[in-house]
């Protein structure tokens, strides 16, 4: 078994979900992986007593900034108001300094990247919080590089995210670096959120709440679709294919993926048009046709629609990169509603 060690700290006032919400996603790697995978989580606390969080519930943490810690593998900040409470304890920065020195990488979630800051952290780095701090963040720190519409970005070994449930999508990205792709995507199903939410790479994924089961008509029917987006599908001609009458295979398609079969194909066609968009030199005339729109002003109609931006205008944003000069890698996720995906 491979064995991660992630410690979270705690301060009065952090945002309980920060640590509860990865801390969940990384538990159930065990449970994924049949135990060929697990996270050893421990929580750091500036007391030996319970911490209280802002939501009043309190955490009684595993050890102290003060005590001797195992070699931690990664290092997770909340945030929450009281975070502000705690920037000049120097007892705090001096440890995420020298954290920052012996861990793998170290994380924020929400306004804990101030704590970042506090500690000199930010200097030169791309970061990203909670977008109601994005100005306070900026000005408190204006050699940080703050993006105010991104869930999660990572530069060289820092990590940063958006609010709260941001924390989620951070530990399923740590995750997939660490185990791989698969059992990421077995945490988010389980979870019920996605691997990576709309807006950053090639992941609006329709397989991953709507996947169906190995070995039926429906499965058989996805990946047929997956595989030819550009064809001209309707109902009909996939229920043929798996000699099923249309009402029958939109009946069953429905009440096993919990979208309708058209429904699916778009979100597929469009996850595809995303993937192309980030990761090729493909023109979007050219990704149009391979992925099934009729020309490249419907597909740019339908970006507009769905995702605010025009095919290129995405391309820009959210392209893959290889770090630039720097030698950074980048991996940005944009904010975004799910339910306008």
């Not at 329709?206 to 679709?225: I, K, R």
């Not at 229920?239 to 009440?255: E, G, K, T, Y």
């Amino acid at each position: 078994m491979r064995k991660i060690t992630v410690a979270m700290l705690l301060f009065p006032g952090f945002q309980l979900l920060d640590i509860a919400g990865p801390r969940d996603a990384f538990a159930e790697v065990s449970l994924v992986s049949e135990r060929t995978a697990e996270y050893e989580m421990l929580t750091v606390g500036m007391t030996r007593g319970a911490i209280k969080s802002s939501s009043g519930l309190t955490v009684q943490p595993d050890r102290t900034i003060f005590d001797p810690c195992p070699q931690f593998d990664t290092v997770i900040v909340p945030g929450g108001l009281g975070v502000f409470d705690v920037l000049e304890d120097t007892t705090i920065t001096d440890w995420l300094r020298t954290q920052q020195r012996q861990t793998r990488r170290l994380a924020a979630i929400c306004n804990g990247a101030f704590a970042f800051g506090a500690a000199g952290l930010l200097d030169g780095r791309t970061v990203a919080t909670h977008w109601m701090d994005v100005a306070r963040l900026s000005s408190m720190f204006p050699k940080a590089n703050v993006e105010p519409d991104l869930i999660y970005i990572k530069d060289e070994n820092l990590y940063t995210t958006a609010g709260v449930t941001a924390g989620i999508d951070l530990a399923l990205a740590m995750i997939e670096e660490d185990f791989g792709r698969e059992i990421a995507l077995g945490v988010a199903k389980y979870l019920i959120v996605y691997v990576r939410r709309a807006g950053g790479q090639s992941q609006f994924s329709p397989l991953l709440e709507t996947q169906a089961s190995d070995n039926t008509h429906v499965q058989v029917v996805q990946q047929y679709m997956m595989d030819h987006l550009d064809v001209e599908h309707s109902v009909e001609s996939l229920a043929q294919r798996v000699h099923m009458s249309p009402r029958n295979l939109s009946r069953i398609f429905s009440r096993e993926c919990g979208v309708g079969l058209i429904a699916f194909l778009n979100h597929a066609r469009i996850d595809a048009a995303r993937t192309m968009l980030e990761s090729t030199q493909h023109t979007v005339a050219e990704i149009a046709r391979r992925c099934g729109f009729d020309s490249a002003d419907a597909l740019r109609r339908i970006f507009v629609r769905r995702l605010g931006l025009s095919p290129l205008e995405y391309r820009h944003r959210f392209r893959s990169t290889a770090g630039g000069a720097s030698g950074r890698a980048r991996a940005q996720f944009e904010v975004q509603d799910d339910s306008q995906t």
